[in-house]
């Protein structure tokens, strides 16, 4: 959910900027047109003094209409994106690969650091979606200082990381590279030249962010669905519902396992979403714990660890 957050204020900042340059276009289209106004104007005064002169009615010499500027479409800067009906429309490409290929992208995103903590679901969409691209020796994959649109998962040859002058590392096959600037959208941190010809998986930005949020958001719409089927929360109001939506972790226990145990000290609340939990109360070291009561889906316990 931090990511998704993350993302979040990204795509508002960039959403305001796109507002700033849309009202910066705005002024200058303004302009353009009073611009244009004045040369239609010494057009029209250069024609009647051309006829004047002329006065044989050719249009030899007349300078055609210039064409008509067409209108800038706006851009739209609703926040679509956060909307998670709209992202399930979006159509994300699958790329075949082979299995081997899968499973070197697969433990790549496993291996980042930044990467390694996406959701199971996600990172199988990340390798469906990675399409195959070859460069050649001495060809400059990423320039430091630029957007960024692409991450990629280096499969065969080898490529230098720079940083101005300064040489950081190499990378081998197996490894993901170009993804801070897709994550912390920012300028590529660093230069990545190929050292051999060399053959990578990509997937672009829009493709990235997409998979990002539209499984957050999706989880959150059905995280907020299961607390509103819970008639203890039922009647909380929906921004405070959202909020515990935010923070809910989705965590599995097999049967017999303690979930809490006695004495210990709480630090998480549960909310059961499906199955069954036993509770038990050991009145003193020597007795058998008593059972006290089953809980089931819908039902709550550690409240205490939210009193601090
Ligand atoms: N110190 C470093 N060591 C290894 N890789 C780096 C280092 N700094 C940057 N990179 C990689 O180089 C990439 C350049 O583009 P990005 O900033 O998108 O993502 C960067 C990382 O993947």
């Not at 992202?87 to 291996?111: M, Q």
Request: aromatic share 6%.
């Amino acid at each position: 959910m931090g990511t998704l957050r993350d993302l979040q204020f990204a795509l508002q900042l960039k959403i305001e900027e796109l507002r700033q340059r849309d009202s910066l276009i705005d002024e200058l289209e303004l302009e353009l047109d009073t611009k244009d106004d004045l040369i239609r104007q010494l057009q029209t005064e250069l024609d009647r003094h051309r006829n004047a002169s002329q006065h044989t009615g050719s249009t030899e010499n007349t300078v055609p209409d210039e064409p008509q500027r067409t209108k800038r479409q706006a851009i739209s800067a609703e926040p679509t994106a956060l909307d998670p009906a709209q992202l399930t429309h979006v159509t994300l490409t699958n790329y075949s690969k082979s299995e081997e290929s899968r499973e070197l992208i697969h433990r790549a995103l496993l291996e980042n650091e930044f990467m390694k903590h996406l959701e199971q679901g996600q990172i199988q969409t990340i390798v469906d979606c990675m399409h195959p691209t070859r460069l050649a020796r001495g060809c400059c994959v990423i320039q430091e200082g630029d957007d960024g649109s692409l991450v990629y998962v280096l499969e065969e040859g080898k490529v230098e990381v720079t940083k101005g002058e300064q040489k950081l590392c190499t990378i081998d096959p197996g490894k993901v590279f170009g993804e801070l600037a897709i994550l912390y959208n920012c300028t590529r941190t660093a230069t990545v030249t190929a050292l051999t010809d060399i053959k990578l998986w990509a997937i672009d930005r829009q493709g990235f962010q997409t998979i990002m949020m539209r499984t957050g958001l999706i989880k959150h719409s059905q995280y907020m669905e299961f607390l509103r089927s819970v008639p203890s929360f039922q009647l909380l109001p929906e921004d405070v519902l959202s909020k515990v939506a935010d923070v809910l972790e989705e965590t599995h226990y097999s049967e017999g396992d303690y979930i809490i145990r006695q004495g210990a000290t709480g630090d998480t609340f549960f909310i059961i979403s499906e199955g069954q939990v036993k509770v038990t109360q050991q009145k003193s070291s020597n007795e058998e714990p008593e059972f006290l009561t089953t809980l089931s889906r819908g039902d709550w316990f550690g409240e205490q660890a939210l009193k601090g």
